[in-house]
C-alpha cells in the first residue's frame, strides 16, 4: 500500500520560515517525480514546486527564490523549505508523487496558515 504522509505544517508568521517533509512508504521514490502542489478552498489545486529524479527542479513564480524543494532517495523523503513567507502563502500543502497516469499518488495534505 502506498502512502504518502506530510508533516510540517502550521502557524508562521510573515516573514518567517517553515520546512515541509513528506515521508513515502510502498514505493521506491527514485523513480518518481516528486512535488509539492498547494489548494485554498474555492480554488483549483496549484503546483508550488516539483523535483525529478535527477534533481531537476521546476518552482512555481510565485515561490521562486522564497522555497526550495529537496529529495533524499535513500530515506524516500522530499522536503519543502519555506522562507520569507507571506499571507498569500496559506493553504493546504500535498506531497504527489508521479510516475504514470496510473502510478500518481497524493498525501493527506498538510495546512500552513501565515499570519501575525
Known amino acids: 500500500q502506498v502512502q504518502l504522509v506530510e508533516s510540517g505544517g502550521g502557524l508562521v508568521q510573515p516573514g518567517g520560515s517553515l520546512r515541509l517533509s513528506c515521508a513515502a512508504s510502498?514505493?521506491?521514490?527514485?523513480?518518481?517525480?516528486m512535488g509539492w502542489y498547494r489548494q485554498v478552498p474555492g480554488k483549483q489545486r496549484e503546483l508550488v514546486a516539483t523535483?525529478?529524479?535527477?534533481?531537476?527542479?521546476n518552482m512555481a513564480a510565485s515561490v521562486k527564490g522564497r522555497f526550495t524543494i529537496e529529495r533524499d532517495n535513500a530515506k524516500n523523503t522530499v522536503a519543502l523549505q519555506m522562507n520569507s513567507v507571506k499571507p498569500e502563502d496559506t493553504a493546504v500543502y500535498y506531497c504527489?508523487?508521479?510516475?504514470?497516469?496510473?502510478?500518481?499518488?497524493w498525501g493527506q495534505g498538510t495546512q500552513v496558515t501565515v499570519s501575525s
Open positions: 504527489n508523487a508521479f510516475a504514470t497516469s496510473i502510478n500518481d499518488y
Open positions: 510502498g514505493i521506491i521514490l527514485n523513480i518518481y517525480r
Open positions: 523535483i525529478t529524479s535527477g534533481g531537476t527542479t
